[in-house]
């Protein structure tokens, strides 16, 4: 049986409009099962990649097209964030920052986004948009049934 | 529309031993990159008052995005060459876990009430 449905979101390229995000995702992941606590790191995940589409991929652009989809599996939920990529090509590969050197002031203190998100969901990296041009960052959260109840 | 704009206060400690070299800055709201300024007004008050201690009060705040805790580092920063120490209280369970993340309690300590940060702060002084 294919488990497999979607939920797509556009929302406006400005801070705070990932709010709605969060909120749509953490109400589809409730309704899977996945405990709360994975609930509110998925929330974080889904808020700074938003922020980071909307600072980065769109450049603060309040025109441009952001867009979130929810791919919903059986024991799987995947979101995709989706920008204009205006500000070019995303990283190959996520780089942890250098917290000492921030904390010391020798790093700036910001470009920490990628580096939460990675540590808050099962897979975070950007993939090949599926439509059309621009940058599509992928998160997945997998059930865990021993720790989670199913629905 | 959505955001909850930060709003700051600052107060000394409560009692006879209130002094102004100890001071909570209490947040209220999300904290993000549009409450840097008051976040840093906030700071700079209590240091033009001569604050040793600074403890931020994170019990209203539901919402915090990492353009927020580079607020906080920069925050950080600034104390640590100034010689004063930050003290974080009542920080939900969840944000505990993304500033451990980001190491920020290595400079920061996080109490579970600020009658325990203020105890914190008075053994230092």
Redesign the interface.
């Known amino acids: 049986m294919d488990y497999r449905k979607t939920v797509e979101l556009k929302i406006p390229n400005e801070a705070g409009y990932e709010k709605i995000a969060m909120k749509l995702a953490a109400s589809v992941a409730e309704g899977m099962g996945f405990a709360p606590e994975r609930v509110e790191d998925l929330k974080t995940a889904v808020s700074e990649a938003c922020l980071n589409a909307m600072q980065h991929g769109n450049q603060d652009d309040v025109t441009a097209r952001l867009f979130v989809i929810l791919t919903i599996e059986a024991s799987s939920l995947a979101i995709d964030v989706k920008d204009e990529g205006r500000g070019g090509r995303p990283p190959e590969t996520i780089e942890s920052p250098d917290m000492e050197k921030k904390l010391a002031g020798l790093q700036k203190p910001r470009g920490l986004g990628l580096f939460v998100i990675q540590h808050l969901v099962d897979e975070a990296m950007f993939v090949a948009p599926d439509v059309g041009e621009g940058n599509q960052f992928r998160m997945v959260i997998r059930l865990e049934p021993h720790k989670e109840q199913s629905c | 529309?959505?955001?909850k704009d930060l709003k700051v206060d600052i107060r000394k400690v409560a009692g006879p031993a209130a002094s102004a070299a100890m001071q909570i800055i209490d947040l209220q709201g999300d904290v993000?990159?549009?409450g840097e300024a008051a976040i840093k007004q906030a700071y700079n008050t209590a240091t033009t008052e001569g604050a040793r201690h600074i403890l931020f009060n994170f019990e209203k705040v539901d919402?915090i995005?990492?353009?927020g805790?580079?607020?906080l580092?920069?925050i950080?920063?600034e104390a640590?060459?100034a010689q004063q120490k930050v003290l974080l209280f009542q920080v939900n369970?969840?944000y505990q876990?993304?500033f451990d993340?980001?190491?920020?309690p290595?400079?920061a300590k996080i109490y579970n009430s600020e009658v325990e940060a203020v105890a914190a702060a008075r053994a230092e002084s």
């Open positions: 529309m959505l955001r993000n990159s549009t919402y995005n990492t353009s805790i580079a607020v580092i920069s950080v920063m640590q060459k369970r969840h876990k993304i993340l980001v190491r920020l290595m400079y």
